[in-house]
């Protein structure tokens, strides 16, 4: 290892060890920091460890609650083909009990496990903006009706756009729109990528997207737009010769199979809570030979 390299280790560990320390990646344990940089070590790839973290976006408790802010703070809706009104605004003044003509619904087909985070985010969103239970519906209990004038989705990731696509088909999204064409349907989403993004736009175009966070094709690890911002001859031969070899001896998925994430997106993207499975399975999955940095 060049004196250059291992300069470049250094920085990297240290830098996390600090957000971990200051509170800002504070959901992370250190002693599970330790234990995954171990695993790379005992098989003397260092170097790709430091590469993953250095490019890990791990968004906190509190970030996420700041991207439920952007989803949900300016957001505008209509009612019954008036003007646009702010949706705070519109929750804000409806009564208990008092019939609404706005629903919002996790992301939760019938035939999904409870452990599904749609759940999860609306629960966050309801304690954030203080939404009245009579709002909130599960997807296959919505009363459609001529007084429903929109009805908004709630899930906090992206990738493809495939589950979402599953979701809207288990719960025949596509024939309530025909059925009711003028109720607004809303896909509230905290992160999408760009490949969901087009997928959704394409399939469901009767679907309005909202977002906070956008990733592109560059968000790929192992892609050329992120290595080219190292500018360092044979770095990402090496880098990618590494990771190769680290899947054979940790025993986990392969090139062509699963190794990339599902989708082949390449991420390393998590939330404190949950990590999409598009994100490289080298950091939330467990085997004999190799502990985990990321709750799945």
């Given at each position: 290892m060049t004196d250059d390299q291992q300069e470049y280790i250094e920085q990297v560990f240290e830098r996390?060890?600090?957000?971990?320390?200051?509170?800002?990646?504070?959901?992370?344990?250190?002693?599970?920091?330790?234990?995954?940089?171990?695993?790379?070590?005992?098989?003397n790839a260092a170097l790709l460890a430091a590469y993953l973290l250095d490019n890990l976006c791990f968004r906190s408790r509190d970030q996420f609650t700041s991207m439920l802010d952007v989803l949900f703070s300016d957001a505008r809706v209509s009612l019954n083909g008036s003007g646009l009104t702010l949706l705070t605004d519109v929750l804000k003044k409806v009564p208990t009990g008092k019939a609404l003509s706005i629903c919002i619904a996790p992301v939760l087909?019938?035939?999904?496990?409870?452990?599904?985070?749609?759940?999860?985010?609306?629960?966050?969103?309801?304690r954030q903006f203080r939404m009245k239970p009579?709002?909130?519906?599960?997807?296959?209990?919505?009363?459609?009706?001529a007084d429903l004038s929109?009805?908004?989705?709630?899930?906090?990731?992206?990738?493809?756009?495939?589950?979402?696509?599953?979701?809207?088909?288990?719960?025949?999204?596509?024939?309530?729109?025909?059925?009711?064409?003028?109720?607004?349907?809303?896909?509230?989403?905290a992160t999408i990528h760009d490949k969901g993004l087009k997928t959704l736009t394409e399939k469901l175009p009767f679907v309005s997207i909202r977002y906070a966070e956008h990733l592109t094709a560059s968000s790929a690890v192992f892609s050329d737009e992120c290595f080219n911002r190292y500018q360092i001859p044979g770095f990402q031969q090496l880098v990618c010769s590494e990771y190769d070899r680290i899947l054979q001896a940790a025993q986990l998925p392969t090139r062509g199979t699963f190794a990339d994430g599902f989708g082949k997106l390449s991420l390393a993207y998590a939330y404190a809570h949950a990590t999409p499975n598009n994100t490289l399975p080298i950091f939330w999955m467990d085997t004999v030979n190799w502990t985990s940095l990321l709750d799945r």
């Amino acid at each position: 290892m060049t004196d250059d390299q291992q300069e470049y280790i250094e920085q990297v560990f240290e830098r996390v060890r600090n957000l971990i320390h200051s509170g800002i990646w504070g959901e992370i344990r250190l002693q599970r920091l330790n234990d995954w940089i171990g695993c790379f070590e005992n098989h003397n790839a260092a170097l790709l460890a430091a590469y993953l973290l250095d490019n890990l976006c791990f968004r906190s408790r509190d970030q996420f609650t700041s991207m439920l802010d952007v989803l949900f703070s300016d957001a505008r809706v209509s009612l019954n083909g008036s003007g646009l009104t702010l949706l705070t605004d519109v929750l804000k003044k409806v009564p208990t009990g008092k019939a609404l003509s706005i629903c919002i619904a996790p992301v939760l087909g019938p035939s999904s496990p409870p452990t599904k985070s749609g759940p999860y985010i609306l629960r966050l969103a309801q304690r954030q903006f203080r939404m009245k239970p009579n709002w909130m519906s599960w997807p296959a209990h919505i009363h459609y009706g001529a007084d429903l004038s929109n009805v908004i989705f709630v899930d906090d990731f992206c990738g493809t756009g495939e589950q979402f696509c599953e979701f809207a088909a288990e719960i025949q999204l596509q024939e309530r729109h025909e059925q009711f064409p003028n109720i607004q349907f809303w896909y509230y989403v905290a992160t999408i990528h760009d490949k969901g993004l087009k997928t959704l736009t394409e399939k469901l175009p009767f679907v309005s997207i909202r977002y906070a966070e956008h990733l592109t094709a560059s968000s790929a690890v192992f892609s050329d737009e992120c290595f080219n911002r190292y500018q360092i001859p044979g770095f990402q031969q090496l880098v990618c010769s590494e990771y190769d070899r680290i899947l054979q001896a940790a025993q986990l998925p392969t090139r062509g199979t699963f190794a990339d994430g599902f989708g082949k997106l390449s991420l390393a993207y998590a939330y404190a809570h949950a990590t999409p499975n598009n994100t490289l399975p080298i950091f939330w999955m467990d085997t004999v030979n190799w502990t985990s940095l990321l709750d799945r």
